[in-house]
């Protein structure tokens, strides 16, 4: 197998066949001495707030094996091991553990539903292959090397979401991830303060096409998107997905109380009925439904896998409580997601509606205007109520209710007696907008 490059652009001085042989000897790499468990290898990471360094003796005393450090340190333990720099260790260990697979590795990334399709990706192939995947959203410079290093041999294919915010970071986690496949959900205003621009958000995602582009990968495209079929121009392998036109096509045939989809081309699933709200997740459905077609699963198979996912953590959640009903999609928020979601939302059925908004973050100079674009909308619509929470919400005017942070908002809520109420709640994570609904949930 070829080697991608990227372990011998780093010099340790221990070697890493010594560290990987530590490897194969204790498989489970943790970075936290709050969740170190016994038999662990221990990375000492270090980041504007903390550093890992100070803590390794405690994670050996609390059962880690070895931990890798990068500054010299206070008492001599062979249990502690120095190198160049822990982050870039663990980078490329896992450059080294990637090596050995010769299976599918799927990367995932976009603005806008990637850990949803993620998920239903993998609960779709995991119907036929043991399937490793990225846990929750660990799509970082630090999530994706401990995400390879979690997959065994046993693996048949494995599914890595990356999540970006400048440009550069999907090119160099597809270094040591060395994607097979790929597939970018879409690209919408989200981390603007890092990217620039749209233009620059594209050009940042589109570095997955880049590099499946030079090594004969293959994509799976959401063939609605013109933007997307001009960014994966010239690349060999296209699979396409859509409402039309596509290999892959369906269509939204119900939108109450859950998403349900029906396949109108290339695969006999018929209609798919999910646990998803909104018809902005149709596009994730039909990834799912393209990726499982592309590597041969059952159509029964496609269809239990995308019907028995129930989503967790804040994203896309319908809650009833009692007489109440809560949209719960409150994991992040940016522009094009918010938009969406108010959309969906006016759709959807009740005759009091509330939403519980909190601020986008990561938006820079747009930041302002991007949040008066959110009022604009709003506007267009009568609401029983409004409440807008934090952020630069605080900064613009508007007839809203408007409150500092979710805990005020959520005092607010739990002091009216809410009763066959229908309420949207999103925010960017920052503004942990669960934290508003917990009077109605009990949380």
Not at 276 to 282: F, H, M, S, V
Not at 308 to 316: H, I, L, T, V
Not at 318 to 333: M, R, V, W
Request: with cysteine; net charge negative; charged share 20%.
């Amino acid at each position: 197998m070829d080697k991608p490059g990227f372990e011998e652009n780093i010099n340790h001085p221990f070697a890493i066949e010594d560290l990987y042989r530590l490897y194969l000897q204790y498989p489970s790499v943790c970075t936290d001495t709050r969740k170190v468990q016994k038999g662990d290898l221990f990375f000492a990471l270090k980041g504007d707030n903390f550093n890992g360094n100070l803590f390794a003796t405690r994670a050996i005393a609390n059962g880690a094996v070895y931990a890798i450090i990068d500054e010299s340190p206070a008492i001599q333990d062979d249990r502690l091991i120095q190198v160049d720099n822990s982050l870039e260790t663990l980078q490329s260990l896992a450059a080294h553990h990637r090596n050995h697979f010769s299976i599918p590795f799927i990367a995932i990334t976009g603005s806008n539903g990637k850990t949803t399709t993620k998920e239903l990706i993998h609960a779709v192939l995991s119907e036929k292959y043991i399937t490793y995947t990225t846990e929750g959203n660990l799509n970082n410079h630090i999530g994706i090397p401990l995400t390879i290093l979690k997959i065994k041999n046993d693996a048949e294919i494995a599914i890595i979401e990356m999540g970006a915010n400048h440009l550069g970071e999907i090119a160099g986690y597809c270094l040591y991830a060395r994607p097979t496949h790929g597939l970018i959900t879409n690209v919408g205003k989200a981390h603007l303060e890092g990217f620039g621009s749209v233009e620059g958000v594209k050009k940042g995602k589109g570095e997955l096409y880049d590099y499946l582009r030079m090594h004969d990968g293959t994509v799976f495209v959401m063939w609605d998107y013109d933007y997307l079929r001009k960014m994966s121009r010239t690349i060999k392998n296209i699979i396409s997905y859509g409402t039309a036109h596509a290999d892959i096509t369906g269509i939204t045939e119900t939108l109450t109380p859950y998403l349900s989809v029906s396949i109108t081309k290339g695969q006999p699933s018929g209609i798919i009925q999910t646990h998803l709200t909104g018809d902005y997740n149709l596009p994730n459905v039909l990834a799912a439904v393209c990726a499982g077609n592309y590597f041969n699963v059952q159509p029964d198979a496609i269809k239990n896998g995308i019907e028995s996912y129930e989503p967790s953590n804040s994203r896309s959640q319908l809650i009833k409580a009692g007489s109440n009903t809560i949209l719960l999609d409150a994991y992040n928020a940016n522009p094009s997601s918010m938009k969406l979601a108010i959309e969906n939302f006016v759709r959807f059925p009740g005759a009091d509606k509330i939403l519980l908004l909190g601020a986008m973050a990561e938006l820079g100079n747009e930041s302002i205007t991007e949040h008066e674009h959110i009022l604009q909308q709003i506007n267009t619509d009568k609401w029983k109520d409004v409440v807008l929470v934090g952020g630069d919400f605080l900064k613009i005017k508007h007839p809203y209710k408007s409150f500092k942070n979710s805990e005020e908002a959520g005092k607010w809520v739990a002091s009216r007696n809410f009763n066959n109420t229908v309420f949207l709640v999103k925010g960017s994570r920052s503004m942990q907008m669960e934290k508003a609904i917990e009077s109605l949930t009990q949380f």
